[in-house]
């Protein structure tokens, strides 16, 4: 491979919250086991070399003051997207800055709903889309998503239309790749979600952020591409960030095609007068989204499933009662133990805590909305996934 996926990168004294931070408050670390950072959604790789580059030309210039966003920096999502995810026609005028995705969120919940309303979310549920959610005043409807015969989350269409109507929703929270459970809709996949949303005139504000991390041979669609009532009836989100490892920059991004979302969306975004763009994350986009951005990511899908399959084989090899989907997409397992518990007679608490005792430093899953489950990041050099899954058996599941 062209790039390096075998260091181990020392990230303490970065104020990381990955190493630093401390997700189970009342269990440290053994002070003879490092920390294998596998739990918040960011990556452990050195990310592409533009991205320093084009920050550094612009840190070397040493004015920061206000700036107007480049044309290069449109053209750079256009041109992504066209040659990643097939999109056509895009224009400048189709894209909008947002702080982050989650902030996108909260200005499309304003311009789509009233307070108190009813927004639909697939569960298990992203617990960043819970918290943005609930603090904004919306209540959270949950369609369940179900494990088919073939071992994979599927869709309940029937519970999805029914929710709609008991609870007279017109706005809802699609996730696509889907976090935490990794799937990759299939287009009839969203081509039958569409149908109810335009059936019951339901908004859709869609979270495409992984959308470059897909696994194998699956292949990301835009919720927007499924077809013309799609195009016009979604907001869609995206970010360089999970895919290059930027979360620190800050920087996302709307396309909307539907002119009255848009303007409203832009209003909306701009009272607050904190929605610009950070001179840094523009470059850093820029830089992402150059040629060197396209094989860097080809390679990183490529370590990710490889990673994915070793994780995986292992779960299913050595953790007896511990249950897990490979997933199509993303760089997460999301484990199930509630056999594993009742079988060993234990909590769920106590298993999180003897992973962090050993330094597997993961993530409750109760947050999700899906009792029993663990989410793990792979998203390291292989070498601290084996070394990971080896104190797990050693340890945790011995």
């Given at each position: 491979m062209k790039y390096n996926w075998t260091d181990i990168i020392d990230r303490s004294g970065t104020n990381a919250i990955a190493t630093e931070i401390n997700p189970i408050l009342d269990q440290e670390v053994n002070e003879n086991f490092s920390k294998i950072p596998m739990w918040i959604a960011d990556m452990n790789f050195k990310t592409v070399p533009t991205v320093a580059e084009e920050m550094i030309k612009r840190a070397n210039h040493p004015l920061y003051g206000y700036f107007i966003v480049p044309d290069e920096y449109y053209d750079s999502i256009i041109n992504w997207q066209k040659n990643r995810n097939g999109v056509e026609n895009l224009s400048k005028e189709n894209i909008g800055y947002e702080n982050s995705v989650l902030g996108g969120l909260s200005s499309c919940m304003n311009i789509l709903c009233s307070k108190g309303d009813n927004i639909l979310l697939h569960s298990p549920t992203y617990v960043g889309f819970t918290h943005c959610l609930e603090n904004n005043g919306y209540n959270l409807i949950h369609s369940p998503l179900y494990i088919d015969e073939d071992g994979i989350w599927r869709m309940d269409y029937e519970d999805m239309e029914n929710k709609i109507k008991e609870y007279n929703i017109h706005t809802a929270v699609f996730c696509s790749p889907h976090n935490p459970t990794g799937r990759v809709w299939e287009r009839e996949e969203l081509e039958k979600a569409y149908a109810i949303f335009k059936k019951y005139d339901v908004y859709v504000v869609s979270d495409e952020i992984w959308?470059?991390?897909?696994?194998?041979?699956?292949?990301?669609?835009?919720?927007?591409?499924?077809?013309?009532?799609?195009?016009?009836?979604?907001?869609?989100?995206?970010?360089?960030?999970?895919?290059?490892?930027?979360?620190?920059?800050?920087?996302?991004?709307?396309?909307?095609?539907?002119?009255?979302?848009?303007?409203?969306?832009?209003?909306?975004?701009?009272?607050?007068?904190?929605?610009?763009?950070?001179?840094?994350?523009?470059?850093?986009?820029?830089?992402?989204?150059?040629?060197?951005?396209?094989?860097?990511?080809?390679?990183?899908?490529?370590?990710?499933?490889?990673?994915?399959?070793?994780?995986?084989?292992?779960?299913?090899?050595?953790?007896?009662?511990?249950?897990?989907?490979?997933?199509?997409?993303?760089?997460?397992?999301?484990?199930?133990?509630?056999?594993?518990?009742?079988?060993?007679?234990?909590?769920?608490?106590?298993?999180?805590?003897?992973?962090?005792?050993?330094?597997?430093?993961?993530?409750?899953?109760r947050p999700f909305n899906n009792d029993y489950t663990i989410r793990m990041n792979l998203a390291l050099p292989k070498s601290l996934v084996m070394e990971a899954f080896d104190r797990l058996k050693k340890y945790v599941f011995k």
């Open positions: 959308s470059d991390i897909t696994l194998y041979d699956n292949k990301h669609i835009p919720s927007q591409l499924v077809n013309e009532d799609a195009k016009n009836r979604t907001i869609a989100m995206y970010a360089p960030s999970k895919t290059f490892n930027l979360a620190g920059l800050v920087g996302s991004y709307h396309i909307v095609y539907n002119n009255y979302f848009n303007d409203r969306l832009r209003k909306e975004s701009s009272l607050s007068h904190y929605n610009n763009p950070n001179l840094m994350s523009v470059s850093a986009l820029i830089g992402a989204y150059k040629k060197e951005g396209y094989e860097w990511v080809d390679e990183l899908r490529q370590v990710i499933a490889e990673n994915i399959d070793y994780g995986y084989n292992f779960i299913l090899e050595n953790f007896k009662n511990v249950h897990v989907q490979k997933p199509q997409g993303t760089y997460l397992l999301y484990l199930d133990l509630k056999d594993y518990c009742i079988e060993n007679d234990k909590t769920l608490d106590e298993i999180l805590k003897k992973g962090q005792e050993y330094g597997v430093l993961w993530q409750d899953g």
